[in-house]
């Protein structure tokens, strides 16, 4: 008897990661403290969470060690074995979270599965028959030899419902009793272990963490449909499964439980194992055929089905290694125990291997039918580094893509089939939103074209064709022609080829066009790739990310030679708002930045900042050298556009156009241009100073610009037209503060975000009490909080309804409102708000906690009936915007969607109306400065080359020299700090926290640059 | 050379007298026919001996081995070092890795360093998924490779 049984993993996957080494230094240190008659160390197979290994299952606790070292053997013996302390720095934490688990069974991977198939992978030694049988192995083969019919047999398989786990999903009982049913003096059964399905492994762990049990699961099927001999068709990447599953069949011939006459019933039986030699295609079960006899893998026609007509023409069953390890459970415990779990369909468990972007990969047994967002969320853990889930493969190169918004779809065989995807054998590879779904088809179609056997044309010659539309699609020169062109030439691919192969090679690329379309079109009409991947369609990650496309790596590099002048040039041919991008931008460019691998993104923001001041304090030497102000003008045209509204999106289209020759008029409602960049965003953040200098830049280009004028009141559409505008852009904002429905919100005292932001931003004098509550947790929740401070509250406190690191608010605002003093209140909904004398004094608030994963990924917060007041003199809320839609948007008659947005063309902007078009918040709602820039750029485009046939933007574009060359590997070096001012200096006034860089700072930090337009423009000459 | 040829000859009659006396299956054959060679392939000489004493048409035996992607007919390194290149894998950075390989080797996919130590493979799913990106050096699997991991990796296997 052993005091502590260690059971160490010696799967594939912990084996990597140098489990034999921690195995040998556990051992060794045993002996050191002769503890070796007291402690078993046992080597078993995969426990399925291989990210986490190497793993160590200490019992008789059931404490899980992970991620094991050589050189943390010691500590384990000597702390655990020894003293009975667990090691917590060895233990499993939640992803992203501190909370350790010591247990097995408490760790939300391992305690949400059903593990049947996989339950004795990890917990026994898979080369010991004895434990296997110890573990109720073989009783299954005892029960069919000694009391059961072949024919009992099958009919327990048929009445189990169980379907094959191989990708089909055909009955296996009916399968089984079609080849019982064919005369012949030989048949075989043949267990289908060529797993090559990427991303899918469970094949190789059951073979490698419990062979026996499919050992046991072949003898059984050949007792039932009275094969002799058996084979097992293994893939020559598994040398570890094939050397187990040796084994464990030397070992049941050495035990009488495979040769002549088994546990004296007079049936004989014994397998061999084949080895494969690298082709996909042999997983096909006709061509894993012809490769057992020792010939080229090709598929052969059905019918004749393998179960009349198989292995050297005999009658044949090909079962995959996951259904023949569940004949035993089934035979064991009986098909009505098997049909209570899952679906009436899709009866049992099933494995799946979850991989790609998943913060708990693995393999995980779960009962048919399980929500997809159970599976992703509550076992998986969700999605790493806070990026979003965007779809899920499966099947592999046959299947398809579960989109987000079906993450509610049970995983069984009919569902999965509903959305045009297969189950496949169980592999789930989940994508995030850095995939490219145009990209993902055409790896998939690359993978097929290249493994087909080129037996039948359609499958060689059909997958090759339709590689080179999705290659003309990633690489920008697709049309939308080319879509009509994949989904007839997938259809005759799928009707026509010969097998497996061929007939599902198009699903990927059929079921991304379905789900993603958005996503191919935008290739095609836009030439660009949301997701940043196809690298023909960008400069580099950043530039791809930005929503007016800045040549980043460009103007960083020209900052390092010292070229700031050129650097504002190469800004400004792009972005006509530098100084206010370069302190508001929400800098999607640095979220994609590659140097984050590394370790911290580059601080692009801070450096374009750089650039802006230094040329603004060096203005006049600058106007005398700048390239783009002195290149030769484009000659003026007679077109005339109008622009109603002066925020962001209004101004960047004046300035493109403006910049092309066309005659352009702003007509603004509010006396002065900037819309939200002057009325929401406070001075502290964004100095007006900076701001009216960069509207001057663009009216200086000959931009006309109305204020005080209402489009709609002063002046009507039509009557711009009879002006003689052809052209109107609509970027009119969401300005309107939106209201929830509280009791109390009519007290003098509760203010609207944005209103209150607005009346501080026009100059007005606010006056605002001692104790204020902001409900929200936006960018205008900061700003109205940390406003409030500034004009004189004593205490400010944030009421959110969600977790800190939901808020959707910048992360250094709201660190900044931390440090200036701002209180926050999480997992706080507001309920009701009093006061007395029709005056605010409180807000009373419930406590919500966490309960289910919503559909996108994060925990619904929800009510625990705890009610809590907070005294306060005012309250703002500031949860929302929505459009004016009374007035102008309606008065002109444009189509709007449910929640009041102006429907437009994505691509073009056009609205529902001829020559309207629209752009920015009242559009996407109230989204980002630099993302209303885009559509203001996209508009301009837009009516260029309405002009002109093709836009010219190249026109505007000067040329710069900088060193295009791969700087050498990087040390790690995190980003530079810009300075704040301190808070000492911050009260009762509105002076700009954050200071701009130094020249060395800025110097220090486009060092930082790896230089993805390098690598890219290597690409792009080959 | 004459000698060591006849020796190879003779080591390939072993294996296929083994096979005729057993009924060793034809790829297991040729795996172990391919192993015995010290440059990891299946040369012309071997396929002559096979068809002799097997009876089967070269042509026959050319079929099937050009068919599997392990078989070679062309020389290869000692080591084969096959870059796992499925969608695991190719979304944590296969490409990468890769690329440092093939800096760091001197070669190209499907080729042989000059000292005949390693050829560079690259190679549909390991099944090693939760580990990626993965490479396997002979029948030796790595994973979570990093490019700044490969010189250890590679390290063992490098001649001295």
Known sequence: MYRIQALICAGSGCISSGSKKVEENLTKTLVEYNLQNEIQIIETGCRGACEQGPLLLVYPEGVIYRKLKPEDSRIIVEEHFLKGRLVEQLLFTEPGKDLIISKLEEIPFFKKQTRFVLRNCGTTDPLKIEEYIARDGYLALGKALLEMTPEGVIDEMKTSGIRGRGGAGFPTGVKWEYCRKTESNQKYIICNADEGDPGAFMDRSVLEGSSYSVVEGMTIAAYAIGASQGYVYVRAEYPLAVERLSLAIKRAREIGLLGKNILGSGFNFDIEIRIGAGAFVCGEETALLSSIEGKRGEPRPRPPYPAQKGLWGKPTVINNVETLANVPLIIHHGSSWFRSMGTEKSPGTKIFALAGKINNSGLVEVPMGMPLKEVIYEIGGGIPEGKTFKAALTGGPSGGVIPAQHINTPLDFESLADLGSIMGSGGLIVLDNTACMVDIAQFFLTFTADESCGKCPPCRAGTKELLKILNRITHGTGTMEDLDKIESLALLIKSSSLCGLGQTAPNPVLSTLRHFRHEYEAHILDKRCPAGVCSDLMVSPCENECPININVPGYLQLVLEDKVFDAYDLILESNPLPAVCGRVCHHPCEEVCRRAQLDQPVAIDNVKRYIVDYVFSHWEEYKKQSKVGNLPPIPKNNHRVAIIGAGPAGLTAAYFLAKLGYKTTIFEANPEPGGMLRYAIPEYRLPKALLNREIQNILDLGVELKLNTIVGEDITIEDLKHQGFEVIFISTGAQKGQLIKLTGDNLEGVLSGLDFLKRVNSGEKVLVGEKVVVVGGGNVAIDASRTALRLGSKEVTILYRREKEDMPAEPHEIEEAEHEGVKFIFLGSPSAIFGEDSKVNGIRYTRMTLGEYDDGGRRRPVSTNEELILDCDNVILAVGQITETAGLLSATGLELSKGGFVLTNKHTLETSIPMIYSGGDVVTGPATVSGAMGQGKRFARTIDSYFNGEDRLSLIKASYDYAKEIPPDQEEQEREKPETISLSRRTNNFREVVKTYSAEQARKECNRCLRCDVKEEVQNEM | ?160
């Open chain 2, 1 to 160: 050379m004459k000698c060591e040829e006849t020796l190879y000859s003779k080591e390939i009659l072993g294996l296929i007298e083994k096979y005729k006396a057993t009924g060793e299956p034809l790829l297991t054959l040729l795996h172990e026919i391919q192993d015995l060679h010290p440059d990891n392939h299946l040369p012309a000489t071997a396929l002559k001996l096979i068809s002799k004493e097997l009876k089967m048409p070269v042509s026959t035996l050319y079929s099937t081995v050009s068919f599997y992607s392990m078989f070679s007919l062309k020389p290869r390194g000692r080591h084969i070092v096959r870059v796992c290149s499925s969608p695991p894998c190719k979304l944590d950075g296969t490409d990468v890795v890769l690329e440092a390989l093939e800096k760091r080797l001197g070669i190209g996919v499907g080729e042989t360093t000059p000292d005949r130590n390693f050829t560079l493979e690259e190679q549909s799913c390991l099944g090693v998924c939760s580990l990626s990106p993965v490479v396997m050096i002979d029948e030796d699997v790595f994973g979570n490779v990093t490019p700044q991991r490969l010189p250890v990796i590679l390290e063992s296997y490098e001649e001295d």
